[in-house]
């Protein structure tokens, strides 16, 4: 785990409201695996705080993050050229564990779909059955990043590119014959997404990754703090982001 | 290369920069990123007798040059500090300030007993409410103040007591007085002040507690001008924090008084904050020629 100041490449809006910044370190942060996020200083002394944002790219020393603009931090970020140098916590949380699972199915709503991707493209051994969902055609992005699939399904909530719906719906209606299910989006999403598989009685093992605000990212703070179900805490930015959906109250 | 070493309470300090309270864990997650034993001391997450979850999420929100939390004091109990944690911190050769909190007055006497003896201080937070006073917070009225201290002192026969005063107050130089006459061996200041954060949209605080206890670099100014009025108002050593982000920061807490600073939302901002800390005040010293770093303590003149 390593604190950079890394330089901006570029920073560049790649669908509405949502900019894909790619960053250079100045050294090699070690392996970084799909799941795992960064704690990005958002340039602006006034914000205190870093911002989580997944990793969506790696290459040698260039890491790319995609985010969309919610509040102040990420209009900071938005403002930032290239040649600025920012502050870049990385690697942090645990990241998807795929294990030996061969067929996965991979369900993204949002802007989780970009540490999907990265995850995807970290294990191309595997066969992916992807479903991502969009609000609607201008939010589409990155499809030309991900990497081959089995299945490839895009939907937007208003039909204006690929089919209508979500991609929950979306990954049931197709119901494919996977040994993991992976997935990451808002947290209506997950929480839809443990009951359709409790009512559908779909006991395939599936990982979530989870948001939580925080503090410090690295597990010494105690902000970031989600529910188990066995009655527990567990840090999203240490223990997660990414849990058992069965480990914890969604 | 200018000498940092301070000595408070006849404990040694490599440095005078110690971890807050709350920021820091127990140092495990930080040496990840450098090795903590490069700093001068520990305050340790709060500790309650038993083991505690804490409040709901979100518990943390941004202000301009600030931040609010509302942790509610999730730990996992003295206990489990002293089995799993301690060792591991004695090993790090830092010094390690155990920060405790209770709801009466009993709590703090049965945790400070437990630590007799353990660690090199134990820092009483007193920011919580007590519980059988109706919920005020120990640390506001100066009479609640000497109880609490005259209560953890007498079980604290080994280990010297630093009280950490909250700055939600009327008078800061009188709660000093307070915990220095009931036998404080040294005070620690500011604990955050409270303020909320809104959400307009939800039209609800962004903290799930509705209120935080605010920090960092925003809060320095007021943190400094308390530090000044407490380490003039008592005899015993002063530890000053409140949005130290920087080696010069540090300085200024010391020049008002304080003999060591604790650093704790900084660490947020830049994992490395502390070592850099660190070697800033070195610089510092070394471009004023200044050989220790304890010749810079209480030495601001006031304008005439
Ligand atoms: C592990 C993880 C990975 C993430 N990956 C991505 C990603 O790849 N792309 C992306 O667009 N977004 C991602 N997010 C969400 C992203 O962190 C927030 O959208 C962002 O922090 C909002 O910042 P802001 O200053 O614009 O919003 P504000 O609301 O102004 O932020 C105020 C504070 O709240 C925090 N905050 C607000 N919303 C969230 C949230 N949903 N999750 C965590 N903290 C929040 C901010 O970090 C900041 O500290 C991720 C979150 C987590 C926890
Ligand atoms: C997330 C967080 C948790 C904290 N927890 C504690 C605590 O358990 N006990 C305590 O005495 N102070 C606690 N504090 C207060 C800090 O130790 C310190 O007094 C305060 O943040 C001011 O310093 P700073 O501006 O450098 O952060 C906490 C602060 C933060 C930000
Ligand atoms: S953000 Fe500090 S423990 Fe997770």
Redesign the interface.
């Known amino acids: ?3 950079l100041l890394a330089t901006v490449k570029q920073n560049v809006e790649i669908a509405e409201n949502i900019y894909k910044m790619t960053l250079t370190l100045p050294e090699s942060a070690g392996e970084l695996l799909g799941g795992q996020f960064v704690n990005l ?1 958002t340039g602006e ?6 911002r989580p944002l997944g990793i969506c790219l790696a290459d040698g020393k260039d890491i790319s993050v995609c985010y969309q603009l919610k509040g ?2 990420t209009k900071s970020l938005a403002e930032a050229k290239a040649g600025d140098r920012l ?1 870049i ?1 990385l690697p942090l949380g645990n990241g998807f564990n795929l294990k030996n699972a061969k067929n996965i199915a991979v369900i993204g709503g949002g802007v989780g779909i970009f540490p999907l991707i990265y995850t995807m493209r970290k294990n191309s051994d595997k066969n992916f059955y992807m479903y991502f969902g969009f609000r609607n055609k201008h939010a589409v992005c990155l499809l030309n990043e991900i990497p081959k699939c089995k299945e490839l399904t895009v939907v937007t909530d208003d039909g204006s590119y690929g089919g209508k719906g979500n991609a929950l719906d979306a990954f049931l209606q197709s119901a494919p014959q996977v040994d993991l299910i992976i997935a990451c989006g808002p947290p209506v999403m997950l929480k839809a997404l443990k009951s359709a598989l409790a009512e559908k009685k779909i006991d395939t093992p599936c990982l979530v990754s989870l948001e ?15 529910k188990k179900t066995d009655g ?2 567990a840090r999203v930015c ?1 223990d997660g982001p990414v849990f058992d959906i069965n480990e914890v109250n969604l | 290369m200018a000498n940092l070493s301070v000595e408070i309470c006849g404990v040694k300090f490599k440095n005078p920069v110690i971890a807050a309270s ?4 127990f140092g ?3 040496n ?2 450098y090795d903590i034993s490069q700093i001068g001391g520990i305050s340790t ?1 709060g500790m309650t007798l038993e083991p505690r ?2 409040n709901p ?6 202000g ?4 609010l ?1 509302a ?1 509610g004091l ?2 996992p109990g003295v206990e489990s500090f002293i089995e799993k944690d301690l060792g591991y911190l004695k090993s790090k050769g830092v010094v390690i300030i155990a920060n405790v909190a209770g709801k009466t007055l009993e709590d703090y006497g049965k945790i400070c007993a437990r630590l007799n003896g353990l660690v090199d201080f134990v820092e009483l937070n007193i920011s919580c409410p007590n519980v059988k006073a109706g919920g005020m917070a120990f640390g506001i009225k100066p009479e609640s103040i000497k109880e609490v201290t005259r209560v953890s002192k007498n079980s604290l026969t080994k280990t010297p007591l630093m009280v950490k005063l909250s700055p939600n107050v009327e008078s800061i130089s009188v709660n000093a007085k307070a915990a220095e006459e009931c036998g404080a061996d040294c005070v620690s200041l500011i604990n955050t002040l409270t303020g909320m954060v809104i959400d307009l949209e939800r039209r609800k605080p962004v903290i799930a507690n509705n209120t935080g206890g605010v920090s ?2 925003g809060i320095r100014p007021i943190a400094l001008r308390m530090v000044y009025e407490a380490a003039h108002a008592v005899k015993i050593p002063v530890i000053g924090m409140g949005g130290i982000a920087s080696g010069e920061d540090a300085i200024s807490f010391m020049m008002a008084g304080a003999k060591a600073v604790q650093v704790g ?1 900084a ?6 904050a502390m070592p850099e800390i660190i070697s800033q005040m070195n610089a510092w010293l070394d471009g004023h020629n200044i050989a220790s770093v304890n010749e810079i303590v209480d030495t601001l003149t006031l304008n005439g």
């Open positions: 785990m390593k604190d200083s002394s006034a914000q205190l705080l870093r102040k931090g502050k916590l939580e605000r925080m503090g410090c990212g690295i597990g010494a703070c105690l902000v970031c703090t989600c527990g805490n240490k | 709350g920021t820091y864990g495990r997650e930080f990840e990123v997450k979850v804490g999420v979100p518990r943390i929100a941004e301009d040059s600030v931040i939390n942790v999730q730990n960092g670099a939302t660490n947020f901002t830049n994992a490395n």
